[in-house]
């Protein structure tokens, strides 16, 4: 075998064999094959595609490319819940929480965020000595005993992924089904977990923009998980304007503690509740989905899944009283508003706008090296459906570095769009794929 004749091939429209793709994904990560030729066969798995059985081969050579990891030493059924990325999702935090409330264990790996979307473990650092970076003994030992850990993603799982990954941004082959999907199962299927909870977003703030996209990911990405032995359940949900009210990081790890406690936006606490259903639903803690949503709400309302974010918080070295005193996360210097310029209701929040908003303010990076301000992000006092009189507040933004909070105030100027008569609120939870049945909502 040799990259031409692979390349050649795949150019051609023909079907790539096992040996063919984990030719080349070993010889890539051990470096004997160039970037160069990887690109060009990226570009043409990008205009070719890949079929069912590629797609999971691909997948699978991904993800034995480093260290995988056993969570055999964990009792229970591990549940694992990964978000295609949105604008101001700070669900990981609020559901992991609320699952494991429930008894079922959650030893997850969560990234960190690039361009317009957060990162789990960039928030979860905005909390004053939280470790995002525990030994394998530690974090299983953790999740027997607290019964919950998030961490980040160590270097040597998926070696494969992050080189593709890198060289796909800067080649324009982001957005193909295959390679998204194999970019995240192999990730999820190295870190160990025994069900696999999808959140796919659908809207102008994720990947997939539209809804038949979405659908066609979250089939795929089920089917990879079904084939490697893992219950997997994908949820479509919507990200055409930002999820909650704050996009930050700190402010994100507030509101999620407020969601907690009862207090939270009506969107993300009816994800929250929802996804931790079907995390409790496939734990086996519940006999049905419904029961995992109704057994969710009960720990919602009760403060048990607030004590175990708390739990989970002192265990990993953070400031457990960051939970009732906001005053110890990373102080902001400077404060600005977006007022709003007419009278109607809010028709619009383009997701991606706000994001890039977030991005300008410091809360973001444009590359993998840039440092963010942990402080920096963007409060949202108006979503989409509600009533806007001139001179009200639509947004809040926090910075310390006056010219980049003024450019994000700019910036989401664009986002919001008014409409003289009342607008409908967007549906969330658009579709649910797995389980050997498909559900609409």
């Known amino acids: 075998m040799n990259m031409n004749d692979i390349i050649y091939k795949k ?47 691909l997948t699978n050579a ?32 609020i559901v992991a929480p609320i699952a494991s409330a429930c008894g079922v264990p959650i030893a997850k790996m969560s990234g960190r965020g690039l361009g ?4 789990t473990v960039d928030k979860l650092e905005s909390i004053p000595g939280f470790r995002t970076s525990l030994e394998p003994e530690e974090f299983l030992s953790q999740v027997n005993d607290v019964g919950i850990s998030v961490i980040g993603q160590t270097a040597h799982i998926t070696p494969a992924d992050k080189k593709l990954y890198a060289l796909r941004d800067v080649t324009s082959t982001v957005d193909n089904f295959s390679l998204i999907a194999s970019s995240i199962m192999s990730k999820k299927l190295a870190a160990g977990s025994d069900a696999i909870v999808l959140d796919v977003k659908c809207g102008n703030g994720a990947f997939m923009e539209n809804l038949s996209d979405a659908i066609v990911l979250g089939n795929i990405m089920t089917e990879i998980g079904e084939a490697a032995g893992r219950n997997t359940v994908a949820v479509i949900t919507d990200m055409s304007q930002p999820l909650g009210k704050a996009i930050g990081n700190s402010v994100e790890v507030i509101e999620a503690i407020e969601t907690l406690k009862g207090n939270g936006p009506s969107d993300i606490t009816e994800l929250a509740i929802y996804l931790s259903g079907v995390m409790i639903y496939l734990g086996g803690k519940a006999d049905s989905l419904e029961e995992g949503r109704i057994k ?14 708390r739990a989970m918080i002192i265990a990993q070295g953070g400031e457990g009283s960051v ?33 890039l908003a977030s991005q300008h303010t410091g809360a973001g990076r444009a590359t993998k090296e840039d440092n963010i301000d942990l402080s920096a992000g963007i409060y949202l006092h108006k979503k989409v459906g509600d009533k806007v009189t001139k001179g009200d507040v639509l947004a809040t933004f926090y910075g310390n570095d006056r010219i980049k909070v003024l450019n994000a105030v700019k910036e989401a100027d664009k986002a919001f769009i008014l409409a003289k008569e009342e607008v409908v609120r967007p549906v969330l939870i658009k579709k649910v794929i797995g389980m050997n049945n498909e559900q609409k909502e």
Not at 116 to 119: N, V
Not at 296 to 309: F, N, P, Q, T, Y
Not at 334 to 355: H, M, Q
């Open 11 to 57: 150019r051609e429209g023909e079907k790539l064999a096992k040996e063919e793709i984990e030719y080349f994904i070993n010889g890539y990560v051990k470096g004997e094959i160039p970037d160069y030729q990887v690109s060009a066969l990226l570009m043409a798995i990008y205009f070719r595609q890949m079929d069912k059985e590629e797609t999971f081969e």
């Open 62 to 93: 991904m993800r034995y490319s480093g260290d995988t990891i056993d969570l055999s030493g964990i009792a229970g059924i591990k549940v694992d819940k990964h978000s295609t990325g949105g604008v101001g999702d700070k669900t990981t935090l």
């Open 116 to 119: 317009f979307t957060g990162g």
């Open 296 to 309: 969710a709400k009960e720990v919602l309302k009760s403060g048990e899944a607030l004590k175990k974010l």
């Open 323 to 355: 939970i009732d005193n906001y005053n110890l996360f990373p102080k902001h210097s400077i404060e600005e508003n977006l007022l709003a310029k007419d009278s109607g209701y809010v028709s619009e929040i383009t997701a991606r706008n706000i994001g």
